[in-house]
């Protein structure tokens, strides 16, 4: 019950995935990203189990079609899952069991996947395909938006959407950017709200934790000639 990106950025490196769902917290049991290996969506009748066995196989350094090979094969509730990856290499692979419903698929490209299961029609996983595909030259965090958004405007899931969430990690042990919309009535623009007010922040959070003399995130913005980042 979830549309989804996959992606790892050729210039950055960057990996991240992007999902929204008529779930709550979505952000809490499906996203995966392990730094400078690969990411992962693990959806559909989401299991926090094969989530954990998903990054534990990427940590390992098993390239994207051999991690949904091992999770797919390994589970016996595998017609009732959806799983994406990329790796650090930019393979991509998915797996769209059998029973996620009539508008459930899965498109590979270059460094990415989109995918999505129970959907109000077979436009929504193109739609995001193609955002990915046309974005190429844009930053990592904003092609998974653009995705997310070409996804609900293609007609999203085939029940409201309660909930979405971003992550992503560059080189650092600690996330580049980790944005969740826990329950919203409109996710995926909230999720934008706050993702437009957060970019800017980006370089600022980076060097934060080696130069914790770092003026205050309002100053710097401020410096730097940015509006506040509250609302």
Known sequence: MTFTAVLRCPRSKMLGVAMATSSIAVGNRCPVVVPRMGAAGVQAIADPRLTLTCARLIGLGLHAPKVVEELATGDPERD??????VDAYGHAAGFTGAGNGVHAAHILGPGFVAMGNALANDGVVPAIAASLTASVEEPIEVRLMLALEAGRDAGGEHKPLNSSAMLIYADEPFSYLDLRVDLHDTPVHELRSILDRFRPLLPYFQERPYNPRLA????????????PAHR
Not at 80 to 85: D, K, M, S, T
Not at 216 to 227: E, I, R
């Open 216 to 227: 205050t995130h309002s100053k710097w913005l401020a410096d730097n000639g940015h509006p």
């Open 80 to 85: 009732l899952r959806q799983i994406g990856v």
